[in-house]
């Protein structure tokens, strides 16, 4: 028998629970610890515009519950028995692709969590710990609601082959000397696949704005220098970025270029508050390289980094949005090809190809436009 949850939960709210839910988003919790099952069940079931409708404790049992009912969304913890996080969301996709939030311990070992993303989960968000502290607790409450909600809006979209479709010549503008790409939802096994079709030595530094819940980031590093024949860091304050080498914003940080090329890290909250925001770097390669940088908008919710690519398209730099076909959500890439600021928009699977013809035209010389 389930043991009882004796801690109070923090309702994320003040709506009425008892209230009816005709458009609610219908879960199945995927958990094996009996009282973490309670404990999360409990947690989406405060939200009025969520409802729980199937609770099981491993792989086979939700792939036994896909057979008699469809949910909008599966909420899905990466240590299961038997079949892990991995197995059981490529199992899942693979049959009839629905949505999937794997909520994962911060530090869990990457290869589960990573591959289970490139496997068709759509987002990885902490679980949250009934033990921690009330407003970590209460953070991570938040997150996983709104990574559900959102989630639901998402599409899964198979992953293809690789690139194998390099444009042969690179489209107009100044000499490329550094790219600066974002994303947000879908977007670790997009950035994964991208990096990974870029040759070793690639001759230009990459700077990258990934949305990825805290605690995640530096297990997201190690699979991208793994997978990918790039040396990848995270960013740090001062460091000259170089050829063949990407860096990462790091958790709470915004990341800009300044008038050396060095890297800049700041807290302040430019972009809707999102820290790290992508606009924020968009903005600052527009003003810094201007003709010499390419801005790529990789799949993702909300309209980040919309207004910097327009930004940078303005000031002469190439422009790349990932089209609506291959992405899990639209919203900046939609946003910035509205705004005009989208010079090229292609699959994610052509995005390296269309890199590698800008880097050969490269002039080697310092960031600095």
């Known amino acids: 028998m389930d043991r009882p949850v004796q801690r109070e939960i923090p309702a994320p709210g003040d709506a009425d629970r008892t209230a009816p839910r005709p458009h609610a988003v219908e879960v199945l919790l995927v958990e094996a610890d009996p009282a973490a099952r309670q404990f999360l069940a409990s947690l989406l079931g405060s939200d009025p515009q969520i409802r729980v409708v199937g609770a099981v404790g491993d792989g086979k049992a939700a792939l036994a ?16 028995p038997g079949m892990d996080g991995f197995e059981t969301a490529r199992r899942i996709t693979d049959s009839d692709p629905i ?11 990457h290869d589960t969590v990573f591959r289970s993303l490139e496997a068709g989960a759509v987002a990885c968000i902490e679980k949250p710990d009934p033990g921690a502290a009330l407003s970590q607790l209460r953070a991570a409450i938040r997150h996983l609601l709104q990574a559900v909600k959102q989630t639901a809006q998402a599409r899964v979209v198979r992953r293809g082959g690789g690139c194998g479709r390099a444009r042969p010549h690179a489209p107009p503008g100044g000499p490329a000397r550094i790219v600066g790409i974002g994303a ?13 079709d870029l040759p070793e030595g690639f001759p230009m530094p990459v700077l990258v704005v990934q949305h990825i819940a805290r605690g995640f980031l530096s297990g997201m590093a190690e699979w991208l220098r793994q997978t990918s024949g790039l040396r990848v860091h995270i960013g740090a304050h001062g460091m000259q970025p170089v050829p063949g080498h990407v860096y990462l914003a790091p958790d709470d940080f915004q990341m800009r270029v300044d008038c050396h090329g060095r890297i800049v890290l700041s807290q302040d909250g430019m972009g809707d508050g999102l820290r790290p925001s992508i606009g924020c770097l968009f903005h600052s390669l527009a003003d810094v390289c201007g003709s010499h940088a390419v801005g790529v908008l990789l799949t993702g919710m909300g309209e980040d980094g919309a207004a910097g690519l327009k930004r940078m398209r303005d000031r002469g730099a190439v422009t790349i ?14 946003a910035a090809i509205a705004l005009g600021g989208a010079a090229h928009v292609l699959p994610s699977d052509e995005i390296a190809g269309m890199l590698v013809a800008l880097a050969g035209r490269r002039v080697p010389e310092t960031v600095r436009g």
Not at 74 to 80: D, R, Y
Not at 184 to 196: D, N, Y
């Open 65 to 80: 519950f896909l057979e008699h009912s469809r949910p909008d969304v599966i909420v899905l913890t990466n240590q299961l």
């Open 99 to 109: 949505p999937i939030v794997l909520c994962a311990q911060a530090g869990s070992a």
């Open 184 to 196: 947000s939802t879908g977007g670790p096994p997009v950035l994964q696949a991208l990096l990974s």
């Open 321 to 334: 949005a990932q089209d609506d076909a291959t992405s899990v959500g639209h919203g900046m890439a939609g």
